[in-house]
């Protein structure tokens, strides 16, 4: 005996594991944006919106823009930086490492690595 | 009555079939019998999933009979209802280890029919814990983290699984980790894939009532993603 539920359970199962595949197929390509800009926030202990003359004073200095910042739209520029050094910018904004509105409104954001994590 | 002490009256209750061999509480109540006092603080679904091996089902049903405070629910007959409200229902879900992670099926049955989850696969026994008198199969802590990070689910229960994760996470011991990587390194591209994605989003979670506040683990969580990727195992 099998009932609707059952199956229609399974029908779902098959269905997410179609999307698990699109996702996996599309991990190089635009959708996979999401995934990749993710993953360059795990790597972050602390997150703040810059200006963007700041940003590029950082860039100038050494620093470098994360790839992923120029494949969303509109681009950010995205810079991973030592604590002391972002806290030396006295207008930096600190936002929640969490895909908030807040932080993808940033047109810039500097990222404090954690500890031992090098970038 | 507390949500623990109906938690502990169903594990008392649906003794008959816990006890039969190969079979594993599975599922979010896992981490909530892991606290100490198995204090069941984690807000979970109220029900108590139980993993029954493909190859142990028919001994499985021959103990059914002993679930006199449980009926099959007429809609869905892998579920068993709680004739008291104390209780919870108990769900029963198959497990192959011979199956594809990335695969489900239903095994039928005219009494107890499953739906064998492939992330189940991931499962095997782990520790035995002493319940009021009986004794509780468990999963081993590495395979269960590993099959709520490779299974997708979208919205509040997909977060709560991945707090569910986190919760096994915090637990973790230096060799269940090391599992945890032997475990992954067996799976699929995509399902590898899958696991990277649910670490990344668990990374940028918020609280949830009744459930571990990621955000002081979001190192921890990191350092896992990174562990798995330093393994040459990056999809």
Redesign the interface.
Same mark, same amino acid.
């Given at each position: 005996?099998?009932?609707p539920?059952?199956?229609r359970?399974?029908r779902e199962?098959?269905s997410?594991?179609l999307?698990?595949?699109w996702?996996?197929r599309q991990?190089h390509h635009a959708h996979g944006v999401w995934?990749r800009f993710?993953?360059v926030?795990?790597?972050a202990?602390e997150a703040y919106a810059i200006p963007r003359p700041e940003a590029e004073a950082l860039i100038a200095n050494g620093s470098h823009a994360e790839p992923v910042g120029s494949e969303l739209q509109p681009p950010k520029l995205i810079i991973f930086v030592p604590a002391e050094r972002v806290r030396a910018i006295p207008t930096a904004r600190s936002l929640?490492?969490?895909?908030s509105a807040d932080l993808l409104q940033a047109e810039c954001l500097a990222l404090v690595p954690?500890e031992g994590?090098s970038r | 009555m507390a949500f623990r002490d109906r938690l502990l009256s169903t594990i008392r209750a649906a003794r008959p079939v816990l006890e039969a061999p190969g079979t594993l509480v599975v599922g979010s109540e896992v981490p909530n019998l892991l606290e100490p006092g198995f204090a069941a603080t984690l807000v979970v679904s109220q029900d108590l999933d139980i993993g029954v091996p493909v190859d142990g089902h028919a001994a499985l049903k021959e103990r059914l009979p002993g679930l006199r405070e449980f009926e099959p629910s007429a809609?869905?007959?892998?579920v068993w209802t709680p004739r008291s409200p104390d209780l919870l229902e108990l769900n029963f879900v198959g497990m192959d280890s011979k199956q594809d992670p990335?695969?489900?099926?239903?095994l039928?049955?005219?009494?107890l029919?499953l739906?064998v989850?492939g992330g189940l696969a991931l499962l095997s026994p782990g520790p035995q814990i002493e319940l009021e008198g009986g004794m509780v199969r468990l999963p081993r802590l590495a395979g269960l983290c590993l099959e709520k990070l490779v299974t *997708?689910?979208t919205g509040e229960k997909g977060e709560r699984d991945l707090l569910v994760a986190l919760a096994l996470l915090t637990l973790a011991r230096p060799a269940d980790l090391e599992e945890l990587e032997g475990l992954y390194r067996r799976l699929k591209?995509?399902?590898r894939?899958?696991v990277?994605?649910h670490?990344?989003?668990l990374?940028?979670?918020?609280p949830r009532d009744g459930m571990p506040d990621p955000r002081p683990w979001?190192?921890e969580? *990191?350092a896992l993603?990174?562990r798995l990727e330093a393994q040459g195992q990056k999809?």
């Open positions: 005996m099998t009932t539920s059952l199956d359970q399974v199962l098959r997410q594991l999307v698990r595949s996702e996996y991990r995934f993710r993953r926030l795990v790597d202990k929640e490492v969490r895909l954690f994590v | 809609d869905e007959p892998s990335a695969e489900a099926y239903v039928e049955d005219d009494r029919p739906l989850f *997708g689910r591209p995509e399902a894939h899958a990277f994605a670490l990344t989003i990374s940028l979670l918020g979001r190192n969580v *990191g993603l990174r999809p």
